[in-house]
């Protein structure tokens, strides 16, 4: 939807053309900038160097890409059942981040690694994973990463006690930045003038840094 309204904004003749492309998620849009012919701008997050700068094949990914600008925020989801009061009670638990490269199956595992909460993760389609945490504790929680507020938990209707857990900035989340969850966001899941801590991750424009004047 973003990539359509810039797509409309910058139009302008045979001046400039902006094409959308769907992709999969973040980490196919860095492939993408990188190796797929005629892609050259991508949305990405901020933490995207956090996953790539380990990967052998992508060496010297900051000389590569640039960032032209931030874009807008996407907050952190923790969504869980009944008895998970605190993150220290997810500890070898099931938590599910979606598909893999999904924006939740890229940044959540990062999050949970850098708060040093072991957790089993699992990447199964989130519609799944939320219908099992309904029958059982098969899955504890799910993870999210998106823009507020998420359609499916303004639809949904969902048993007592399930909810969206807090997550409190630290220094360790360097790459994020505090934000919260409320009432008018979810008003089915969080009380009047109550809010939830989290944490949000910036969506950047990039580019692929091609030489000065080519």
Excluded: C
């Excluded at 190796?35 to 996953?51: Q, S």
């Excluded at 009944?82 to 893999?100: A, R």
């Amino acid at each position: 939807q973003f990539a359509a309204e810039l797509a409309r904004v910058l139009d302008d003749d045979d001046n400039m053309r902006v094409l959308p492309i769907v992709t999969r998620g973040p980490s196919d849009n860095i492939y993408d900038l990188l190796y797929l012919r005629g892609v050259d701008a991508a949305i990405v997050y901020g933490d995207i160097l956090e996953r790539f700068k380990k990967e052998p094949e992508i060496a010297g990914i900051t000389r590569r890409i640039n960032y032209l600008i931030s874009l807008f925020p996407s907050e952190a989801h923790i969504f869980v059942r009944p008895e998970i009061n605190s993150l220290n009670d997810l500890v070898g638990k099931s938590v599910n981040f979606n598909t893999e490269g999904t924006a939740a199956a890229f940044s959540g595992p990062i999050i949970f690694e850098r708060l040093g909460i072991k957790i089993n993760a699992t990447f199964v389609p989130h519609q799944i994973a939320m219908e099992e945490m309904k029958k059982g504790d098969k899955y504890a929680a799910t993870f999210w990463i998106s823009s507020k507020p998420l359609a499916p938990f303004l639809k949904g209707k969902f048993p007592e006690g399930f909810k969206f857990l807090p997550i409190e900035y630290t220094d360790k989340l360097y790459y994020y930045m505090p934000a919260y969850l409320e009432h008018a966001d979810y008003p089915q899941l969080i009380a009047e003038g109550q809010r939830v801590q989290t944490v949000a991750v910036a969506a950047l424009l990039a580019v692929y840094d091609w030489p000065a004047d080519t």
